[in-house]
């Protein structure tokens, strides 16, 4: 797909879903790990119910993948965006949050966008940096940055926390150059293509996790309910929106999400757990839809008809 990334009303609307959904994820995310699921099986049992479900729909739909002819660096790029989408990035952070702070984990999700910036500058038609652009995604990140606090650099002292950090910031590369291959596909069905991604991560994933974990456990049926919850909204139904995002308006776009899920996670935290909001919240907040005007300043004109 090499057509010029089109942003309507549409892709401002599945950006803000998506935020709100990775946002709400840690708490459910919270709840499965003090039931007592590892961390390594959890993120394979939210791929693995995505997976299914997905095939399952995809199954009655009956519909090709591609629209038309494809090579077998086509199908070979499918298996590359699959691990890059989640096997490898969910056992990065899996591995990489055991040692490093979670607002560390949190500031490195955020750098998606300006990891992103770059990489569809050279590769994606339509998607060149400007000044206005950079200026806009790095307003976006120091809000983020603030938003998160001292805690995001604030080191743990494990002795494993450097190579904790750098499997985080991998993890973040993943997600960007997945993204930036995922938009350069042929045309595909969005379904078929985001199932087929998920049942190439399951694939991967899985048998890792065996090895590394062991069988897994058996999950209480409340347990079994969460990661149920996990696979069908935040894993697939999540996935098949990035994929519609991304293959429609851009990797640059779709890498505002990554500025929207520290500001839910805060807001979801104290409105339904009880927590402390912080003070910089409205200052974040500020910065961040500031970053967000400058680096989509021509979507937004068109957005509001000027």
């Known amino acids: 797909m090499n057509s010029t990334p089109q942003i309507t009303p549409l892709s401002w609307l599945m950006v803000a879903i998506l935020g709100l959904t990775w946002g709400g994820t840690f708490m459910v995310t919270e709840v499965a790990l003090a039931g007592g699921m590892p961390p390594f099986w959890l993120a394979a049992s939210r791929i693995g119910f995505a997976a299914v479900l997905m095939g399952l729909i995809w199954t009655i739909m ?45 500031v490195s999700m955020a750098a998606v966008a300006l990891i ?8 994606v038609p339509g998607e060149q940096m400007t000044p206005r652009k950079i200026a806009g995604f790095i307003i976006g990140f120091v809000g983020v940055v603030i938003l998160i606090g001292a805690q995001a650099f604030e080191s743990t002292g494990a002795s494993f926390e450097t190579a904790g950090r750098i499997a985080c910031v991998l993890a973040a590369a993943c997600y960007a150059i997945g993204s930036i291959m995922l938009r350069r596909l042929p045309n595909a069905h969005p379904i078929g293509l985001a199932t087929i991604l998920l049942l190439i991560g399951a694939c991967m994933t899985i048998p890792v996790v ?27 139904g999540a996935n098949f929106l990035r994929v519609l995002v991304v293959r429609s308006a851009g990797p640059v776009f779709m890498s505002l999400v990554n500025y929207q899920v520290p500001v839910w996670s805060v807001v979801l935290g104290g409105l339904i ?21 400058l680096s ?11």
Request: no cysteine; glycine share 14%; proline share 10%.
């Open 62 to 106: 009956g519909r090709p993948l591609f629209s038309g002819p494809t090579s077998g660096t086509d199908k070979l790029n499918l298996v590359i965006i699959g691990g890059l989408s989640s096997a490898v990035p969910f056992s990065l952070l899996a591995w990489g949050q055991q040692y490093v702070s979670s607002g560390f984990a949190g």
């Open 116 to 123: 992103v910036l770059p990489l569809a500058h050279f590769t």
């Open 210 to 236: 065996w090895v590394v974990e062991g069988p897994p456990p058996m999950p209480s049926p409340e347990i079994l309910g969460v990661l149920a919850f996990l696979g069908l909204i935040p894993t697939a």
């Open 273 to 293: 757990l009880g927590e402390a909001l912080p003070r910089s919240l409205l200052l974040a907040l500020t910065l961040i839809l500031i970053g967000v005007g």
């Open 296 to 306: 989509q300043y021509g979507a937004l004109r068109r957005l509001f008809g000027r």
